[in-house]
């Protein structure tokens, strides 16, 4: 169910969505959480993390089907899924090494529109979870541009190869001061955090939640609703509101804005 109604503009906060390409078999990509982290210090909740994992138990179809192109080395980052013709791989995705400057870089520019969702609900008895999203846009924006909804998940472990991550860090001279320097390879029982689990509106957002050539003063609303699998904890959910571009260049999606829930409180439990 989408909408568009009229309303006052105002300055919209700027909000980074990184999406880390990551893989518990991956053994430099224990590095990414930790520059998360960091970038995370410097911004706080401006920047928003998303572990969307390759080939282990936590991948999704979302990837596998959709997002792969994307990647184009572990780990790899997304940084509003924007393209730039500097970066040596030549994909959305780039080195971790420039998480950071392109963050800073993307959180001067001004947003074109606010995103908000509400206090998803979660019924304990059917697992039925609902959140709504809206985008408040400030100036027009032409082409084909759309609402999602993400499920993220804290604190994933579980046993075996597909959960105990990788660490090239465990005995690297040099990296002493590093958080899994001497921790082990794998390390057992690894918490993964930021997990990608599902986006809500499909892996490029829900067509025709935003109307094609929205006008600055217009807001777009729509309403996401998804069944959750038993073996998902909504206690460690948190819900990503996004507003993207689509096209069929994947170096072209980029992300407008973005905002998260986080996991504390969960989701409202509901009869």
């Known amino acids: 169910c989408c909408s568009i109604v009229s ?9 980074v969505l990184i999406e880390e ?3 518990a078999w991956c053994p430099w990509c224990i590095d990414g959480p930790v520059r998360l982290d960091a970038i995370h210090e410097k911004v706080g909740d401006l920047m928003i993390p998303v572990a969307i994992h ?16 994307m990647a184009p080395f572990f780990p790899a980052g997304m940084v509003n899924r924007m393209f730039y013709s500097d970066e040596s791989s030549k994909k959305v995705g780039i080195d971790r090494g420039n998480w950071e400057k392109r963050t800073l870089e993307e959180l001067a520019k001004p947003a074109v529109c606010d995103v908000t969702i509400s206090k998803p609900k979660f019924s304990a008895a059917t697992r039925e979870l609902t959140v709504t999203v ?14 999602n909804a993400y499920i993220d998940e804290d604190k994933v472990s579980g046993k075996g190869t597909g959960w105990d991550q990788a660490n090239a860090y465990n005995k690297l001279a040099g990296n002493e001061s590093h958080p899994w320097y001497g921790k082990g390879s794998p390390v057992i029982g690894f918490e993964h955090m930021h997990v990608f689990r599902r986006a809500m509106g499909g892996a490029w957002g829900k067509e025709g939640s935003v109307p094609a050539n929205v006008k600055a003063g217009q807001t777009a609303t729509y309403t996401f609703t998804t069944t959750v699998p038993a073996n998902w904890n909504p206690e460690n959910f948190v819900i990503v509101g996004l507003v993207q571009v689509y096209t069929s260049d994947v170096n ?17 439990v509901v009869a």
């Open 7 to 15: 309303m006052h503009a105002q300055q919209p906060v700027k909000r």
């Open 21 to 23: 390409f990551t893989g």
């Open 54 to 69: 390759d080939n282990d138990s936590m991948t999704t179809p979302e990837y596998n089907q959709s997002w792969k192109p």
């Open 134 to 147: 809206d985008a408040k846009f400030v100036s027009d924006v032409a082409g084909d541009v759309r609402l």
């Open 252 to 268: 072209k999606c980029e992300i407008l804005n973005a905002v998260s829930q986080q996991a504390s409180p969960a989701p409202t």
